[in-house]
């Protein structure tokens, strides 16, 4: 079947609907940060509840993490489920503040 055959076949009643393409904002794009990011030493520490005990632990999430980002630099933070990627950037960010070491 050609495009033309299957576009007559389409039933009166159903309506092809074009995705609307969204404009794009780029309000929110600044010049590149003239800063250098650097981290030492972080560690963060938590208390958890054992699902096998249901006692609470203090739990090590993050341990002597150093790192840098320059500007202009893509940074990608890669690691498994629960490896503590989201509790480091939490740290950088300061939306964590019960962190050990330098930022």
Known sequence: MSTL????????????????KPDLDTSFVSETPKF?????????K??????????????????NVSGTAKPG?????????????????DCISGRNKAVEGEI
Do not use: C, Y
């Open 36 to 44: 250098t990011l650097q981290w030492r030493n972080l560690s963060l």
């Open 5 to 20: 055959d299957q576009d007559q076949a389409v039933p009166d009643h159903f309506v092809q609907i074009e995705t609307p």
């Open 73 to 89: 630099e893509l940074l990608v933070i890669m690691g498994p489920s629960g490896a503590g990627k989201s509790s480091l950037l």
């Open 46 to 63: 938590a208390t958890v509840i054992n699902p096998r005990t249901k006692q609470a632990e203090e739990k090590v999430i993050l341990s």
